[in-house]
């Protein structure tokens, strides 16, 4: 975070990584460590290998593929680590961000609705440092929507994107349905954890029907004796 300092000490990871066992940072001397994409923000000691710094506002951002290898000077081997990322995120934590898809129209008892990339542009502000869900705010008509036995099949978008709901059986109409992305990096010294409002309609066309809908199609299931018939040839 920016005005946080920073400091990384490789002895401690090469001593926990199995795969530089038999590697001693104790023999490591002057010139030892080298590095290799280092942000301009930082100061490396060779000695060491110690990485530390101050970021600002203007540092903001993510660093990617940060090497950092050692030589022992006993036997000449050297000792890479994986490389590794650095995020620099701003001082408060900034509103998340999306894009609300078209509206939508469909027939009378479709079944289950599943759009896939229907929210774009998802963003939590931080360079997707954090958790993040949508939360729906208002619908219009929610008598709009039910699942099987009329529970459930409200409008609902997923973290990725992705909207589903269920209209309930043989209703048809419209809903205006509005909705935010919340992320969880509070609100602390000002920070913004909730984008701005967006909504769409979802309309329930009654002049055409899919069938879907039903728990039990009509013809689906013939008993003989809930349909009058014998079940005889």
Not at 59 to 88: H, L, R, W
Not at 162 to 167: E, M, Y
Request: proline share 7%; with cysteine; glycine share 12%.
């Amino acid at each position: 975070m920016v005005n946080e300092p920073y400091i990384f000490t490789p002895e401690s990871n090469f001593d926990v990584l199995p795969a530089y066992s038999g590697f001693s940072p104790d023999v490591i001397t002057t010139g030892g460590y080298t590095i290799e994409n280092k942000p301009d923000w930082l100061t490396f000691d060779p000695v060491t290998g110690v990485l530390s710094g101050t970021p600002s506002a203007n540092d903001v951002g993510v660093y990617d593929n940060i090497k950092i290898t050692g030589t022992s000077q006993a036997d000449g081997c050297s000792a890479e680590m994986d490389p590794f990322q650095i995020v620099v995120t701003p001082e408060i934590n900034q509103s998340p961000t999306f894009h609300a898809g078209a509206d939508q129209t469909v027939c009378k008892n479709p079944g289950d609705i599943y759009v896939v990339n229907w929210a774009t542009g998802i963003d939590d502000g931080d360079f997707n440092t954090q958790g993040i869900k949508f939360i729906t705010t208002s619908n219009s008509n929610p008598d709009l929507f039910g699942g099987l036995l009329h529970f459930g099949g409200q409008p609902w978008v997923d973290e990725h994107g992705a909207l589903s709901f269920r209209p309930a059986l043989n209703a048809s109409g419209s809903a205006h349905v509005c909705l935010v992305l919340k992320d969880d990096g509070g609100t602390v010294g000002g920070g913004q954890d909730t984008s701005s409002e967006q909504c769409f309609n979802i309309t329930v066309d009654p002049s055409c029907d899919d069938g879907a809908g039903e728990i039990f199609n009509p013809g689906q299931f013939d008993f003989g004796f809930f349909s009058g018939n014998t079940g005889n040839a």
